[in-house]
């Protein structure tokens, strides 16, 4: 039964604004807003300072690839496309190859990326999945410190420890067990194409490894808890709800990381050996084509010598080119893209 001794709830209604002085200057603001927006000459100017901006990035990677390509021409057309494909290189007789520099990039760079992609991607799982919460910070800023060292620091780091080291222990170790491949033969001299893969190793684990975390933390957090819900144990969900979804983006940053170790100079040239040979052995010296071209272009003196380097650069530079845009491209469809995440 209702009981009417009590009357009815006492609701404030609206009440005016307190502050009239308040109200009037957001008046007064909201309509000097809306008359400077009438004005079109503030955004055109932005406009076209930005158009140039980035017109400007064109403008200078157009510009290299002319000058590269003008000043490549002489070996052109003395050597065609079979300067990539000759062994030789003699300046004294005017006779080049960069088969030699070839050969040396690739292997050095794909033997970094064996030794690399398994620790890179490895750190960035534990970060992103495993590590505790006080010690994620820490081991993320060491590990991308590592990309902030000049290469020249790994150079000289390399030539002091890692070359007696591999001369005296891990050299003759491998051509002791493993000299029956024919790819550790020869005599331990430390400084090799061994070397080089090793200390490129360690330059692109910084690189491949932030990119792998990155592409790790867009899976959606529904993907873990679904594998989670479905009885599958920690690995299980990470590899399948985390790894599978993110694979293109990591195949985007082992490509990143590629073309990081293909133009490296400075570290690799200081390990390397820079002889223009090809050889099976990874202990024997090698060349690239980063390292050939800051050797010898300060030394070149023939017309023929300095446009054939400069070829050899026009050829670094439009496979580092490509790789970078396939990267790019691999981490877009993870990042901002739903390609990757069709598949769980």
Partial sequence: MANHALGAPQLPGP??????????????????????GGSEVPDAIFRYAMLACGLCVLALVAVIVFQLTTNSKLSWHAFGLKFFFQSEW?????????LPFVYGTLVS????????????????VFITE?????????????????AAIPSVIYGLWAIFVLVPLLRNYVQPFLAKYFGWTTMFEGPPFGIGMLAAGIILAIMIVPIISA???????????????????????????????????????????????????????????MVIGNRPEIAKSLFAPGYTMASVIANEFSEA??????SSLVEVGLALFIVTIIVNIIAQF?????????????NV
């Fill in 15 to 36: 009440q005016p604004v307190a502050n009239k002085e308040v109200a009037g200057e957001t008046r007064i603001a909201a309509e000097a807003l809306i008359k400077s």
């Fill in 90 to 98: 003699d300046p004294v007789n005017d006779q080049y190859g960069a």
């Fill in 109 to 124: 760079s794909i033997l970094a990326l064996i030794i690399a992609v398994p620790l890179a991607v490895g750190v960035a």
């Fill in 130 to 146: 495993m590590c505790p919460v006080w010690l994620r910070g820490p081991l993320s800023f060491t590990t991308e410190l590592l």
């Fill in 211 to 269: 990119i792998t975390r990155e592409v790790m933390t867009a899976v959606p957090q529904q993907q873990r808890e679904a594998v989670l819900a479905l009885g599958s144990t920690r690995w299980e969900m990470i590899s399948t709800g985390v790894l599978r979804n993110a694979r293109a983006g990591i195949m985007g940053g082992i490509i990143l990381g590629l073309g990081r170790a293909l133009g490296e100079t400075m570290a690799v040239t």
């Fill in 301 to 306: 003196t023939g017309d023929l010598y300095l």
């Fill in 330 to 342: 691999l981490v877009w469809t993870v990042t901002r893209g739903t390609p990757a995440r069709a």
